[in-house]
């Protein structure tokens, strides 16, 4: 029995391995559904200032406070830096662009995903590969910054 129990205790520890957030238990602020996607070492066509490549992370923040959170910066160790993009579409064309902030509304949610606001990790320290796992820390105005592990798919 006891063998039983540890082993479903470990496939749980696995489970939610995934979901391995270093955050402040006061924080307002709830990280869901953080994931990179796979990213070659190679520059974007047209960029060859950046010899390491990009990639894009997509996360979910869920803010349970009573004011308005606002993400102001992103960090990783798979890259030199990270920057809060958004996609645009003009005419037939899709263009990515910085944004300075972005704001998670008071109980409300900023979802990042493709075609939609994303963070930009620029000049990649390696390749990102499915199964793998890198940390990107997100910085907020007031709430303390809370750093994700992020699964590669």
């Known amino acids: ?10 496939g749980l520890a696995t489970l939610f391995a995934g979901l391995s957030i270093a955050q402040d238990a006061e924080s307002p602020i709830q990280v869901q559904d953080a994931w990179a996607r796979q990213a070659p070492m190679m520059p974007p066509m047209g960029q060859m200032h950046m010899p390491g490549g990009t990639g894009a992370v997509y996360v979910t923040l869920r803010n349970t406070g009573p004011e308005t959170e606002t993400l102001v910066g992103a960090s990783s160790d798979a890259a030199e830096s990270a ?6 579409r003009e005419g037939d064309v899709m263009r990515m662009r910085p944004v300075a902030k972005l704001e998670v ?19 990649l320290k390696h390749a990102l590969r499915p199964g793998e796992r890198i940390h990107v820390t997100l910085t907020f105005d007031h709430a303390a910054p809370l750093t994700v592990e992020v699964p590669i798919r």
């Open 1 to 10: 029995m006891r063998a039983l129990a540890i082993f479903v205790l470990s």
């Open 105 to 123: 509304p008071a109980g409300g949610v900023l979802e990042m995903k493709p075609g939609g606001f994303h963070l930009m990790l620029i000049n």
């Open 83 to 88: 920057e809060l993009h958004e996609t645009l």
